[in-house]
C-alpha cells in the first residue's frame, strides 16, 4: 500500500494537470494541495478538513475516494505512540481522608472553584481554536482568471495570476485603506470604490484586463473587496474582407483551431457529423474541410480559427468576446461568378 502522496502525485501527473488547474476545479488552495501530496497533514484548520480534501482531490482524479481516505486514517493510526497497558493498574488510589465536618464548606467552595476554572478554560479553549481555523482559512490564497469575467472577494496578501499570450501576470492585493491598492508586474495600481481601470497601457496586450473595486469597506481589510475582472474583445486583425475569392470552383481547405483558454468546442465538416471535446489552453485542432465548416464554443474568446485554402490567401478568423456562446458556418458561396469563402452567425 502506498502513501497517499505518491498515489495522488501520480494520477494528476498522468492526467497532465498541474496544481492551478487543480486548485481551480476544486476549489483547494494550491498550499492545501502541495501538503497532500507531500503526505504534510500539518497547518490543516483540522482534521474533517484533511479528510474532505482527500475525498474531493480524489474524485477529482478518478480515484476511489473512500480508500483513499482509508489510507490516511490507516497511517494515521499508526503514527499514533500506542497507550501504556499498565497505566490503571500502576496508579494508585490516595488515601481517605478523616472526614471532618468544619472542612465540609471549605472543601464546596473550592470545588466550585475548580469548575469555574474548567468551564473558562473550555470556553477560551474553542476560541482560540476557532481563532486558529479562522486564520488557517483565510490563509493568502491564489486564483487563475482566464477567459470570461471572474468575480471574487480578495484579503490583503491573495494574488490573482492572469495569463496573456505566453505570459502570466501576477496581481496581488497589497492594502485596503480609503482605496485599495493592487501590485501588478508594472507597479502599484490604486482604485477606488466603483472605480475600473486597466492592467497595463494601451500598447500592451495587459491593456485588455479591467480591475473594478465593486465592494469594500475603506480600512477594514479583514472584510475583504470584491474584485471583478473583465477581458476587452480582441479586435480582429483579419483583411478588410474575409472572404477569399477562388476561381472557378471551391477547393478543400484545412482549418487550425487553437485555444488561449479553456472551452468546451464542437465542430461539424462538411454537414457529416458533431465532434465535441473539452480543450485546455494551448491545445490546437487540425480540421480538412471540402466545403462548409460549423463551429460552437462556449468561450469565444477562447476560440481562433486559421484557414488555409489550396490557392488562396490565408487568413484568421476572430470568434468573439469573453464568455459568449457562439456558433457560426463558414462555407464557400457563390458570388458574382466567383466563389468566395463566408463567415455567418448561427442563431
Known sequence: MGEIGFILQEARLKKGFTLDRVADDTNISVRFLDKLENNDFTGFPGEPYIVGFLRNYADFLGLESEEIVGIYKSQTLQASPPLPESTSAEVSSPPSPTKDPRRIPLAGAVAFLILGAALLWVVLGKGLTLGNQEE?????????????????????????????????????????????????????????????????????????????????????????????????????????TSEVTIPPSPVPMEVKVSFRANTLFRHEADRKEWVEKYYSKGESLGVNVASSLTIWSSNAQAVKLSFQASGAKSFDLELGGPGEVVVKRISWLRSEGSWVLAATTLD
Do not use: M
Open 136 to 240: 488557517a482559512v483565510s490563509a493568502p490564497a491564489v486564483y487563475r482568471v482566464e477567459g470570461g469575467p471572474f468575480e471574487k472577494r480578495l484579503y490583503p496578501g491573495d494574488s490573482l495570476l492572469i495569463p496573456l499570450g505566453e505570459e502570466v501576470h501576477r496581481v496581488s492585493l497589497s492594502k485596503i485603506e480609503e482605496s485599495i491598492e493592487l501590485e501588478t508586474p508594472s507597479g502599484f495600481l490604486t482604485l477606488r470604490l466603483g472605480e475600473s481601470q486597466p492592467l497595463g497601457t494601451e500598447a500592451s496586450p495587459a491593456s485588455l484586463v479591467h480591475f473594478t473595486a465593486i465592494d469594500f469597506k475603506q480600512s477594514s481589510p479583514k472584510a475583504g473587496v470584491l474584485i471583478r475582472v473583465d477581458f476587452s474583445s480582441v479586435n480582429s486583425q483579419e483583411p478588410a
